[in-house]
């Protein structure tokens, strides 16, 4: 990875590398927010927790689309969707839908660590990322 990335809500700053929960992840140090690409995120969730998803569940268990984002993907600058990980527990995320990237803003990893310990993606209705071009 050599080609700097930056981040989608302030876009001036650049990500840096950083190791989150075992799997790597891309972190802005301006606002805090972190950058998973495609699969980083659930393999961060199980190394955090090895009984809380299957591979997979975070592209297939977000919400509908709430809005288009300003921002864009720092991997290939398509632009970016906002979605709830889950209606019952509304966690804002913003991913990808070219690459499967996926971005938290600040202190919403802990929060969707939280609601998968407490069961909270049970009755998120499924969506499959990608499947439509
Ligand atoms: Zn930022
Ligand atoms: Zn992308």
Redesign the pocket.
């Known amino acids: 990875m050599t080609r700097a990335q930056h981040c989608p809500s302030c876009s001036q700053s650049l990500l840096d590398p950083i190791e989150a929960h075992g799997s790597s992840a891309e972190a802005c140090t301006h606002c805090g927010g972190l950058w998973f690409e495609a699969g980083r995120l659930a393999a961060a969730i199980r190394e955090h927790d090895p009984s809380a998803m299957p591979p997979g569940l975070v592209a297939s268990a977000v919400g509908a689309k709430l809005a288009a984002s300003d921002g864009h993907?720092?991997?290939?600058?398509?632009a970016?969707g906002v979605y709830d990980l889950s209606d019952s527990n509304p966690v804002r995320v913003e991913i990808?839908?070219?690459?499967?990237?996926v971005w938290l803003p600040h202190g919403n990893l802990d929060r969707v660590l939280a609601l998968l310990a407490a069961r909270g993606l049970g009755g998120a209705p499924r969506r499959s990322l990608g499947a439509s071009s």
């Open positions: 993907c720092p991997s290939c600058d398509h970016l990808c839908q070219a690459c499967s990237g």
